[in-house]
């Protein structure tokens, strides 16, 4: 399993995330066709092309397969799960505010 300082991948990702991972990675969305969207990347090696399924929870063979097709390492892919993340979720209540 990879770890991104300390902290460990989730097992599923909605399909919102993954594309937040790709963007950060350097993605550009080029087509939707049915329940799946088309995004490309450029590496050294040429241009990656990457399917994405518009599905509710990306798990499993099938997280590992865009991962993949990315051609980044999964430590990399990871990483910028990491970077993307809402870092907090708490509600900031200003002084003189009743909750």
Do not use: C
Request: proline share 5%.
């Amino acid at each position: 399993m990879v770890f991104f300082r300390g902290q460990k991948p989730p097992k599923s990702l909605k399909w919102k995330a993954v594309e937040g991972i790709l963007v950060k990675l350097g993605a550009e969305y080029q087509s939707t066709e049915g329940d799946h969207r088309k995004y490309t990347r450029r590496t050294s090696k040429g241009t990656e092309v990457i399917i994405l399924p518009i599905y509710s929870d990306i798990s499993g063979g099938l997280l590992d397969s865009i991962i993949h097709q990315t051609g980044v390492r999964k430590k990399e892919f990871w990483g910028a799960y990491f970077e993307t993340k809402p870092k907090t979720n708490k509600l900031v209540v200003e002084p003189g505010e009743n909750s």
